[in-house]
Nanobody, 121 residues
Framework: QVQVVEFGGGLVQPGGSLRLSCAASGSFSSINTMGWYRQAPGKERELVASIPSGGSPDVADSVKGRFTISRDNAKNTVYLQMNSLKPEDTAVYYC???????????????WGQGTQVTVSS
């Protein structure tokens, strides 16, 4: 079983910054792609950014140039640096992690509980 826990949400003014972090722990052979989705009230969940364990990160066009995703493989932790925040970035941000329970095992996606980000003056 894998636990995924997010940290760092909160209230910030427009133009401000926040850094989210997310750590995966538990029993697994490897952690593969990690990333972030967000869901605003009344809207569908949206993929914000993702990063494979050994590849290039990818971010949604809606946040490109403002958000940066990075990870520390040794800590099984992913970060989302959010700059120049806008009110439309307000949402619950969910972290996910793909892991294999054993070598060559199936990829399973685990979710965090979500963290609220509110951008408001």
């Amino acid at each position: 079983q894998v636990q995924v826990v997010e940290f760092g949400g909160g209230l910030v003014q427009p133009g401000g910054s926040l850094r989210l972090s997310c750590a995966a722990s538990g029993s697994f052979s490897s952690i593969n792609t990690m990333g972030w989705y967000r869901q605003a009230p009344g809207k569908e969940r949206e993929l914000v950014a993702s990063i494979p364990s050994g590849g290039s990160p990818d971010v949604a066009d809606s946040v490109k140039g403002r958000f940066t995703i990075s990870r520390d493989n040794a800590k099984n932790t992913v970060y989302l640096q959010m700059n120049s925040l806008k009110p439309e970035d307000t949402a619950v941000y969910y972290c996910y992690a793909y892991s294999r329970p054993y070598v060559a095992g199936p990829l399973v996606r685990y979710w965090g509980q979500g963290t609220q980000v509110t951008v408001s003056s």
